[in-house]
């Protein structure tokens, strides 16, 4: 069996973890893969190729406009990881490790964007692998979060939390609070005891969110 392999572009965040690739059907506003089809990444696909990724020995590389597929060239690493999870919305890298000159790169807004090469399947175009990962300033598929607008390392505050946010995900807070989440973190006054995280939000992200949002996250029949 063979894989064909797919370069498209995604906004993602650049902080303590950011999504590569969304959940379910997708495909690039440029057309691909081609005559009306969808890629397809399921739950449990996803979760096979964050544990195949576990099990290597090298990183991943982050490299610049997919210079690592262009034998004979320079490839120098913007960055590099090794964990993948899958959640409800997507695959997700969770360790992002960036060299100081893409750091400087993403907070000049030179390199905006980033760009997944994976394999998968030539039928039924499910997702079978992941190859690399690349800086890019040409979005092919949008919706995720804009490298620029977080910071490079992990924040605890409302700003830094929020900026992080994909529209999809701020709707979905700001319904369970029912209020604006600046709103939200204003009204939290002091600290208490996390309660643990609900099903489908990772224990990292969820401490955050408490911290800032508090006890409205818990209003009766928000989780």
């Known amino acids: 069996m063979t894989y064909h392999l797919a370069a498209l572009n995604q906004v993602v965040a650049s902080g303590k973890a950011f999504r590569i690739l969304p959940a379910g059907a997708f495909s690039s506003n440029d057309g691909r893969p081609g005559d009306g089809r969808s890629w397809m990444l399921s739950a449990d696909r996803g979760q096979a190729i964050a544990a195949l990724a576990a099990q290597r020995s090298n990183d991943f590389v982050i490299d610049y406009e997919h210079q690592t597929l262009k034998p004979g060239q320079k490839n120098p690493a913007a ?89 999809q995900t701020r709707d979905l807070l700001e319904r369970m609070t029912g209020m604006p989440l600046e709103q939200a973190a204003a009204e939290q006054q002091a600290r208490v005891q996390v309660p643990p ?27």
């Not at 960055?79 to 893409?102: I, Q, S």
């Not at 994976?118 to 995720?144: C, D, K, Q, R």
């Not at 995280?197 to 928000?222: C, F, M, N």
Request: proline share 5%; charged share 20%.
């Open 79 to 167: 960055g590099w990881f090794k964990a993948l999870e899958m959640r409800p919305d997507g695959l997700y890298v969770t360790d992002p490790r960036w060299t100081d000159e893409a750091k400087s790169l993403i907070q000049a807004q030179q390199y905006r964007y980033i760009s997944p090469v994976f394999s998968y399947h030539p039928e039924t175009l499910e997702v079978m692998s992941l190859h690399s990962l690349a800086l890019t300033n040409n979005p092919a598929l949008l919706g995720l979060t804009d490298l620029s607008r977080v910071a490079l390392t992990d924040q605890s505050s409302a700003d830094g939390c929020f900026a992080a946010l994909d529209a």
């Open 197 to 223: 995280a609900p099903q489908g939000i990772i224990e990292e992200d969820w401490r955050k969110l408490y911290h800032v949002l508090g006890d409205s996250l818990l209003a009766e029949g928000t989780i």
